[in-house]
């Protein structure tokens, strides 16, 4: 069974602060993918990032950077000087090889940067 | 490039009525589908998926059900709607193999009065 735990539901801080998002899973899959999304206040959920288990190194991509650490099972989202656009809720998620392709959520992280 | 469309963007029905969403992906074959529900302030509850025309998995018991009709398109419905079924309402669709993640529609908000 697959699980993805987001222990922080809500997030409030001041923009230019760096805030980051906490992600742990559970997976018996040696290849998995995991992913994060933003859905911003219009509700359509938008695609941040895929990675697969093989692939540990972190990524930044402008403000955003990713931690994947296969040894503590965690996909940590960190948004650096962040700004009140950068306001969603945010879902990581996991999709194991022997899934099928399907994703598990996890219940997902209100961040809320105030000016 | 694909796309997937989502109609309507919001609904007020009453209690009791009908209730038809529709979703159509474009630019791909036998995609997966999937609709999701969200109610205000929580995460998102996997309803329905669809791996093939005609083929639905019911995630969750309850008065809505599912069907594809055609390749790309996934149609949920209920024939009596419950003040418990307002929410958000997302499909999405994904690769049928490749573990590329999901891509959504913008979403109905439903409210049953």
């Known amino acids: 069974a697959q699980k993805v735990t987001q222990a922080q539901t809500e997030i409030s801080v001041v923009e230019k602060e760096d805030v980051t998002l906490d992600c742990v899973y559970e997976?018996?899959?040696?290849?998995?993918?995991l992913f994060w999304y933003k859905q911003p206040p219009s509700g359509e959920l938008v695609f941040l990032i895929r990675?697969?288990?093989?692939?540990?190194q972190n990524e930044i991509s402008g403000r955003y950077s990713w931690n994947f650490q296969k040894s503590t099972s965690s996909f940590n989202f960190t948004i650096t000087a962040s700004q009140v656009v950068d306001s969603a809720v945010y879902f990581c998620?996991?999709?194991?090889?022997?899934?099928?392709?399907?994703?598990?959520f996890g219940g997902g992280t209100r961040l809320m940067v105030k000016p | 490039s694909q796309t997937i469309h989502q109609w309507p963007a919001t609904l007020v029905q009453p209690v009791g009525s009908p209730l038809s969403l529709e979703c159509t992906v474009e630019?791909?074959?036998?995609?997966?589908l999937y609709w999701y529900r969200q109610a205000a302030g929580r995460g998102l509850q996997l309803l329905f998926y669809s791996v093939g025309i005609g083929q639905i998995s019911s995630e969750v018991p309850q008065n809505l059900s599912a069907s594809r009709p055609q390749d790309r398109q996934f149609i949920l419905s209920s024939k009596k709607l419950l003040l418990s079924d307002s929410g958000f309402y997302l499909c999405a669709w994904s690769l049928p193999t490749t573990p590329t993640g999901y891509t959504f529609g913008s979403g109905t908000r439903l409210t049953v009065v």
């Open positions: 630019g791909t074959s036998n995609p997966n």
């Open positions: 997976t018996r899959d040696t290849t998995y993918y």
């Open positions: 998620a996991l999709s194991g090889i022997n899934a099928g392709n399907m994703l598990t």
């Open positions: 990675r697969n288990s093989f692939d540990e």
